[in-house]
């Protein structure tokens, strides 16, 4: 049986899904049985060798089914193998404070559960279809119609985590 490895993640607009799509395809052609899947339909971890956890940011903060999904299984992930990454517009540009502010987002994951390797940070995807109306003043009120996610970053950085986990690839 191949190792099995759980992305899991939460988005409210299917950026970070796809992203966690290419994260399973990448294992995938390492030989992995990698699936990945909305945090909120997760309900065992059993069965899995690995793990990783993404979210967006949306005001400084990641979403909170992210964060349920930590608290409920901060225990049973306790000295496994677990990886986690950040999507956002801020990781475009990963000044030393954006990256502050992308890990700063992340403590509710990083705070609860101990990660393996480099924590991903990817820019995420922008539509001015995605700003509350309660928002409109704010400095994303300004959003254009924008995709910058960068792929080759996302697997590069999805090659790596069978190092991090110390799992064999096929
Ligand atoms: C209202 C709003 C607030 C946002 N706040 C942040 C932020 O604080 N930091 C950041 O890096 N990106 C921020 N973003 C960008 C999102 O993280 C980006 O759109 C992401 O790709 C959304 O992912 P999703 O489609 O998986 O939900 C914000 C976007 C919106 C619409």
Redesign the pocket.
């Known amino acids: 049986m191949p190792p099995r490895i759980l992305i899991a993640?939460?988005?409210?607009?299917?950026?970070?899904?796809?992203?966690a799509d290419a994260i399973a395809a990448t294992l995938k052609e390492q030989g992995i049985d990698a699936e990945a899947r909305h945090v909120g339909t997760v309900d065992t971890l059993s069965g899995y060798d690995g793990f990783v956890i993404g979210?967006?940011?949306?005001?400084?903060?990641i979403?909170k089914e992210a964060k349920q999904f930590v608290n409920h299984f901060a225990d049973a992930l306790h000295e496994r193998p677990v990886a986690a990454f950040?999507?956002?517009?801020?990781?475009?540009d990963l000044t030393d404070e954006?990256c502050r502010?992308?890990e700063t987002?992340m403590e509710p994951v990083t705070g609860r559960i101990r990660i393996r390797g480099e924590m991903g940070m990817f820019?995420?995807?922008?539509?001015p279809s995605?700003?509350?109306v309660i928002?409109r003043f704010?400095r994303?009120d300004e959003?254009k119609t924008e995709d910058?996610?960068d792929w080759e970053a996302i697997r590069a950085w999805a090659g790596r985590l069978l190092e991090w986990f110390g799992i064999a690839a096929k």
């Open positions: 993640y939460a988005t409210k607009h299917e950026t970070t899904r796809e992203i979210s967006p940011i949306y005001m400084g903060k979403l950040a999507v956002g517009m801020s990781c475009k954006n502010k992308v987002a820019a995420g995807r922008m539509n995605f700003v509350p928002g704010m994303y959003a910058a996610r």
